[in-house]
């Protein structure tokens, strides 16, 4: 039996671990493949956070080794240190103490450094059984069961899973999609067709098949109608993958076209092209080594609208297909760009120059494997993080475990024909300009009344718009370490973990140097 078991080997799910074992205590991390670090070592290397005077604890440690490796010229391969810059600032200039952008290779060199340094024991390609995976005695988990038959016992466990699985199966109360802007009185809640300006197409762009045809049908993922303004529903906000590539030769894939490859799903794409002016189909945030953090950006993009609604609840097979789905899509994207003659040339020259790493994701044929789960389910707890918390107009976390700095930001959720006839993009919220804010201690924990040996610290109890600023690799990663303090907290005392005591929690939290309020040391402001 372990003292602490973590199903889910995300950034969330590692710093769990390395707390526990400086705990004193005995750990096991369970992935569902063999992919640790999620998000983080799955192609995000331009750090989310906002103000990152806020990043505490081993989350900041993580950053601060990367800074340690990139000091290292031996990792500097396909560019000189001092070829790479941030903002136009040579990095190295840099006199803070951590670095916030990076490759997936170099954020796997960081987490395996501290799996080793702890010999935190790692479970590969072991899926949870979604139909009877959690053994529980009343309301303590015992132990949960995989699809092998393979059992884990432990006396608390840790759900670092960005699709909650072990929550939801244990029994635990969630939701997904968006509530309801009457619901917590939430007004950026909800269907959003008047917000949505951002990510957004020019008037003109026809839905029809047939153009100006009705009766031909609509092109791939447009909706009839949008949906009453503010109404809740059950449409998540769009994934991708964040991609990898790079434009030194040497080290470069040039991107096929998919075996699967569907033009229709291009033909908004090209429409797009024809009304507007636009050269940059998606980020091309530059990495260290000539490669790219390449994230959604603008009307036709990575984001692949309206194709993920069954993942929360799928079953493996279910999800399966959707991140095969997301995958054709984006190569097909890229292969688009680069090489369709309805693409005009000097856009295609743009594209043909990048291509996928050699030297990254070596065992996936230098894809990521990490879906961008920008959200999932979200647990039901007795206290819900709102985005009034977030702006603290009304209300502000009383028991913090760390912080969150991000604005507000749901991607597009669905395309839908509005009242002139006309293809738009509905659910895109950006909204910032807030101060720092805590995340309540009770926000992670379930129902005392369904479980008393859970924690969440990834799918934890929020609304959508106020996930849509907690949900930062940085920020998931003080949760996981917290998570486990407040575990270990729970096996000493031997209580429940809705029964631990915060002040002195937040003793133990702050000699871990995690950051729990605003002070007059820290640089105030979002987005910095």
Not at 38 to 66: C, H, P, W
Not at 270 to 297: C, W, Y
Not at 311 to 335: A, C
Not at 353 to 360: F, I, N, R
Request: glycine share 8%; hydrophobic share 35%.
């Amino acid at each position: 039996m372990y003292d602490v078991v973590v199903y889910g080997g995300s950034s969330a799910g590692i710093t769990a671990a390395v707390e526990t074992v400086r705990s004193g205590k005995s750990v096991v991390v369970i992935c569902s493949d063999q992919h640790v670090g999620g998000l983080t070592t799955g192609g995000l290397g331009a750090t989310d956070i906002g103000n990152k005077m806020v990043i505490g604890g081993i989350s900041r440690e993580f950053y601060q080794r990367i800074r340690k490796y990139y000091e290292n010229s031996n990792n500097w391969k396909w560019q000189k240190q001092s070829e790479y810059t941030v903002r136009g600032q040579a990095w190295i200039l840099s006199k803070e103490d951590a670095m916030w952008t990076f490759e997936p290779s170099a954020a796997k060199y960081v987490f395996n450094d501290f799996i080793s340094e702890y010999k935190i024991p790692i479970i590969t390609n072991e899926r949870l059984d979604l139909e009877r995976g959690v053994i529980k005695d009343g309301r303590k988990i015992t132990a949960i069961r995989m699809e092998s038959g393979k059992e884990f016992k432990g006396k608390m466990f840790i759900d670092a899973t960005y699709e909650g699985d072990l929550m939801a199966v244990a029994g635990i109360s969630y939701t997904f999609g968006r509530e309801s802007i009457s619901q917590y009185g939430e007004i950026l809640n909800g269907v959003q067709t008047k917000m949505a300006n951002y990510h957004q197409f020019p008037d003109g762009i026809d839905p029809f098949i047939e153009r100006g045809n009705p009766a031909s049908g609509l092109l791939p993922n447009i909706n009839k109608e949008a949906g009453t303004e503010g109404s809740g529903d059950k449409r998540i906000q769009a994934y991708c993958f964040r991609m990898c590539l790079t434009d030194v030769p040497e080290n470069r894939i040039l991107v096929e076209k998919p075996e699967n490859y569907n033009e229709q799903e291009y033909e908004l794409l090209f429409r797009f092209i024809e009304k507007s002016d636009q050269k940059s189909f998606f980020a091309l945030s530059m990495m260290p080594n000539r490669k790219t953090d390449s994230n959604n950006g603008g009307a036709f993009s990575t984001d692949y609208i309206g194709k993920n609604y069954g993942y929360p609840d799928g079953n493996y097979q279910q999800r399966e297909k959707i991140i095969k789905d997301h995958k054709t899509y984006q190569l097909g994207l890229l292969w688009t760009l680069a090489n369709h003659p309805r693409v005009p040339e000097d856009i295609r020259k743009i594209y043909q120059q990048w291509g996928l790493p050699k030297d990254e994701f070596e065992d996936t044929d230098h894809w990521t494997p990490q879906l961008y789960i920008r959200e999932a389910r979200r647990m039901v707890s007795d206290y819900v993080m709102t985005t009034h918390h977030c702006t603290q107009d009304s209300v502000s976390a009383e028991q913090s475990i760390g912080m969150g700095a991000y604005s507000m930001d749901s991607h597009h959720v669905q395309r839908h024909v509005n009242n002139e006839g006309f293809t738009k993009n509905e659910g895109d919220v950006e909204v910032g300009g807030f101060k720092p804010y805590p995340i309540d201690y009770r926000s992670i924990v379930p129902k005392k009344s369904e479980c008393s040996n859970l924690l969440v610290p990834v799918c934890l109890s929020s609304t959508h718009m106020a996930f849509g600023s907690i949900r930062m690799e940085p920020v998931f990663m003080i949760l996981g370490q917290s998570a486990a303090i407040a575990a270990c907290m729970s096996i000493d005392k031997n209580i429940a973990v809705q029964e631990v005591p915060y002040a002195e929690l937040k003793r133990i939290l702050e000699l871990k140097k995690q950051i729990l309020t605003l002070n007059s040391k820290l640089i105030i402001g979002n987005n910095e």
